[in-house]
């Protein structure tokens, strides 16, 4: 550990941390040290997952819950460990793209709590932000160095960032100055509020999000990309293509309006659409097997910003258990 202060007053020697609108921001030299940051990372004691999406037995999970039991790391450990290592423990978990799932960040990372040992860990350690900060740095180094526009990792850091809970001011990620609130109808003819919001992906965001799906739900079959334009219960309840462009918060309209109703599984049919009950997620039912159990019903979601995919009830970021979810004709 004493190398790593070493190492840490290296980096942080040719680096200063500042404050722009609230979020912590390194400032990089132009000459940062490569060979500080690439000792830290080697420096750095990392928690090996006994089971990552890199393993052959990660491709045998057909549940999103299996996936997380996997994850696990003893509290006992944890609480060993300097702000560091659970920092590199937490950027290490294999669900970590989860966090990009739901509608905002706030809620993402709400579910990363609910997940993650390590994040929850993090959240106790008062110099969580510093420490992320400082590992922000060593990954734009790394990355200026391999001449990378963009990595995960450095995404992520970024993102993070942005969250009050860690640099003490949240700061939005979407041009909401850009933003278009627009009234539509229910089948029944109820008001509904939508959002235009005018604003896309880069190509290199897409196709990062896109790997690192791929990776992590290798069962889950990719039908189009990520974007911000729509999100699952527009796709859901509005218009179920990929040229959609309104995002839908609330879908409490369509469900008591009496456009829709709910419905148990022998009287589901393919095209009405599964609400996971904590209001983060719809799908839409893509065929019905009375033969398979409720969760394993085969379904078409887009994961909130994320791209669409067709998978399993139970083989996404939003999978509680089996009675986290209800069926609406």
Known sequence: MEKMKKTLALILAGTTLALST???????????????????????????YPITPDDPEWLEFDSVIDMREACRIPQEMLKTMSTEEVVEAALHYPLLIDFYAFDTYDDGLDAILRESDAFLELMTRPDRAEKLAVRLQVQRTL?????????????????????GRFSGNSISPYSEEQWEYITIHTPNGSPVTVIKKNEEYTATIQQIRKEYYA?????????????????????????????NIYWLEDTSAYRYDGSYYSVSLPNAKAGDIV????????????????????EKQMV??????????????????????TTSFTYWH
């Not at 990355?143 to 969250?163: G, K, V, Y």
């Not at 889950?220 to 293509?241: I, M």
């Not at 719809?282 to 398979?292: D, K, P, Q, R, T």
Request: proline share 8%; charged share 15%.
């Open 22 to 48: 609230g979020m912590p921001v390194i400032a990089v030299e132009e000459n940062a040290s490569l060979t500080a940051a690439e000792a830290y990372v080697q420096q750095s004691t990392v928690y090996h």
């Open 143 to 163: 990355d200026r160095s391999r001449s990378a526009e963009l990595t995960f990792e450095q995404m992520i850091l970024n993102d993070l960032l942005t969250l």
């Open 215 to 243: 990776k992590t739900y290798p069962a889950a079959w990719y039908l189009a990309p990520a974007t911000p334009r729509y999100n699952c219960h527009s796709y859901a309840w509005v218009l179920r293509s990929p040229d």
């Open 275 to 294: 609400w996971y009950v904590n209001g983060h997620h719809s799908a839409v039912l893509e065929s019905v097997s009375l033969a398979a159990r409720p």
């Open 300 to 321: 078409v979601s887009k994961w909130g910003p994320e791209p669409l995919f067709r998978h399993t009830v139970d083989y996404c970021p939003y999978y509680q258990d």
